[in-house]
């Protein structure tokens, strides 16, 4: 029995597997695009906007991904339909399978903000101009039960008819499909994505340029990354990366080339510590959401301030990120650096109105975590107290990843009940949103919360009418 599921266990076969190898280097320094640590935001940015869109693309983009990754289906009349899922019901509150409806009829579908459901043409028309925006495209098919290659042809034909051949990495489960589109593309940069070692064999390797690896089995076997890299193998690994930075730390330090993660904030945030990077470039409008003025200071680095400021609901063009003391900081002109804890660059006045003078409470029996920053990887020791209501002091993230503010420190907006909706006038704001950013964790009876004598008290008693919804 063979160690490790990828052990040449005859020497009779040693010629054969040796003539495979250099098949395998071959295609390997065709076309390597990437270098060092590649960010892929998987899905665009799909914890801030809707999966898939041009809004989260753009978010990814901006946040520091080198690529964004999408899911690529056929429709009934043999278009390129840009989904994860083949019924779309999930993202568009439509069901509606793609294969059994034609482009015309999906377009019309709508993402929670606004923007209809794409084909890769479109996506491509978009972007054609905008040479630093590069893609990850996933062929969704099963040649076990679907034998025809149509997918992979119009896949090749699109990608040569906008020549992005320099910005397209393939990537698929379906070792068939990788193969059909090394016959159409040669020089492609293709990667076969895994979920057990038992996928990785030499029948395969001499075809990809790239192994895409759970981050369950790469823990287990890190020795794969070594002997992938031997062959000139780069590795990437994808997980529902939940930005624990445990797994975070564990990966920059095995020399992965990349990661496919929903949170490429965080993914950059890694890359630049990997390459010992403190600063970065951002060149986007934001706006100082903090209730008093703050101070500008000259030098993140030593904190000495400046006799200048700025002031609530001024915007600002943020020209550089900076992170110094565990902390990031933006640069707004020469040698003024502000902090960005109140520094909003996706939220506007009118994402955060309906919420702005809520209350919130933590969700019945949820621990509700208490962040220092408004960052997934400042989590502190400390929850949110139940059946406490807590004035909403200021807003951060986005309007799918809303952060909360409280006297307490920083909680997400997901994790707790918004206090404050109970008459026609206070869903008047509300109502005007996009669906994007409606939250529907909302206490819909109001209640009593002096000093609370006991835990089983007024939030229980409401709870048990079953009329607060989240």
């Known amino acids: 029995m063979c160690n490790h599921a990828i052990v ?65 289906h056929l429709s009934e009349d043999g278009v390129l339909v840009i989904s994860h899922d083949e019924d779309l019901s999930r993202v568009t509150h439509t069901p509606a399978i793609v294969s059994q409806n034609t482009f015309q009829s ?59 051949q320099k910005r397209v990495m393939i990537h698929s489960f379906s070792a068939a499909s990788l193969f059909r589109l090394r016959k159409l593309m040669p020089d492609a940069y293709l990667i076969l994505i895994v979920g057990s070692l038992k996928r990785i064999n030499f029948s395969v390797l001499p075809q990809v340029n790239a192994i895409n690896v759970s981050s369950d089995v790469i823990q287990q076997n890190a020795w794969l990354i070594h002997w992938l890299h031997r062959l000139n193998k780069q590795v990437y690994v994808w997980a529902e990366m939940n930005e624990s930075p445990a797994l975070w730390h564990w990966l920059i330090n095995r020399n992965i080339d ?107 029996k949820v621990q509700v975590p208490i962040y220092r920053y408004p960052d997934n990887q400042e989590k502190t020791a400390k929850k949110l107290p139940a059946n406490k209501l807590f004035r909403i002091q200021n807003f951060n993230g986005g309007p799918k990843s809303m952060w909360l503010y409280t006297n307490l420190g920083w909680v997400k907006a997901k994790d707790v009940l918004f206090y404050g909706f109970f008459t026609p006038d206070d869903f008047h704001e509300y109502n005007k949103l996009p669906r994007v950013s409606r ?27 079953n009329k607060i919804i989240y």
């Open 8 to 72: 040449l266990c005859d020497r009779g076969v040693h010629m054969k597997f040796k003539s495979h190898l250099l098949l395998a280097l071959f295609f390997s320094l065709i076309f390597l695009t990437t270098s060092g640590f590649t960010v892929v935001g998987h899905r665009g940015d799909p914890t801030k906007y809707p999966e898939e869109t041009i809004q989260s693309d753009n978010s990814a983009f901006d946040s520091g991904a080198d690529y964004v990754e999408l899911d690529l």
């Open 258 to 364: 990349g990661v496919v993660t929903n949170y490429p904030a965080t993914g950059f945030k890694y890359k630049l510590a990997e390459e010992g990077t403190h600063k970065f470039t951002i060149h986007k409008p934001g706006i100082y959401f903090g209730k008093k003025k703050a101070s500008i200071m000259m030098n993140p680095y030593v904190r000495i301030k400046r006799r200048k400021y700025v002031y609530p609901g001024q915007k600002l063009n943020i020209m550089y990120g900076v992170r110094a003391h565990n902390q990031l900081y933006y640069q707004i002109a020469e040698k003024s650096f502000i902090s960005a804890e109140f520094v909003n660059l996706d939220l506007t006045k009118k994402d955060i109105a309906p919420y702005e003078y809520k209350q919130i409470v933590a969700k019945p």
């Open 106 to 164: 999906l377009n019309q579908l709508k993402y929670d903000n606004g923007e209809h459901v794409m084909s890769l043409d479109q996506l491509f028309e978009h972007y054609k101009n905008k040479p630093n925006t590069k893609f990850v495209l996933e062929t969704k098919i099963d040649h076990n039960l679907d034998p025809s290659y149509e997918l992979e042809d119009k896949v090749a034909e699109t990608i040569k008819k906008y020549h992005m």
């Open 439 to 465: 939250y529907n964790n909302i206490a819909l009876l109001s209640y009593r919360t002096p000093t609370l004598p006991k835990e089983n008290t007024c939030l229980d008693s409401i709870i048990s009418t």
